[in-house]
């Protein structure tokens, strides 16, 4: 796998429906998508919810979005409905490359992926 180019401080632009996302990804942080339970004590960093209700198959905790030196990668935890990137599955706990422009789908949930460099230095 080659080392990928990308700046140190990147932001990860999510549009999900009318809605925009900007999250900033430091090196040393995994941002994880899915939805609040209240009844439990465990949120995902971005809750699909709103945009998913339950019967829109999205997990408590649906997938995982982190930066390595080869890249941003994108995991499926283990979910029954599944994550795609660009309409092929991922296998659970096998992290694939995303891609700036790429179209990411948790559950039934389809999202724009946008990167852009940040304004927040990354943490080295």
């Known amino acids: 796998m ?29 941002i994880h998508l899915g939805r609040v339970d209240p009844n439990i004590d465990l949120a995902p960093n971005i809750d699909l919810a709103q945009d998913a209700p339950t019967d829109q198959g999205v997990a408590r905790l649906h997938a995982a979005i982190f930066r390595t030196e080869y890249g941003v990668l994108v995991e499926d935890l283990g979910s029954f409905t599944g994550t795609y990137i660009n309409s092929e599955k991922l296998d659970p706990f096998l992290p694939e490359t995303l891609r700036d422009g790429d179209i990411l789908q948790v559950g039934k949930v389809s999202i724009k992926v946008h990167f852009q460099e940040s304004s927040v230095p990354s943490a080295v």
């Open 2 to 30: 080659l080392k990928a180019s990308l700046p140190s401080s990147l932001a990860l632009m999510l549009k999900i429906g009318s809605k925009e996302c900007k999250v900033d990804l430091p090196l040393d942080r995994t």
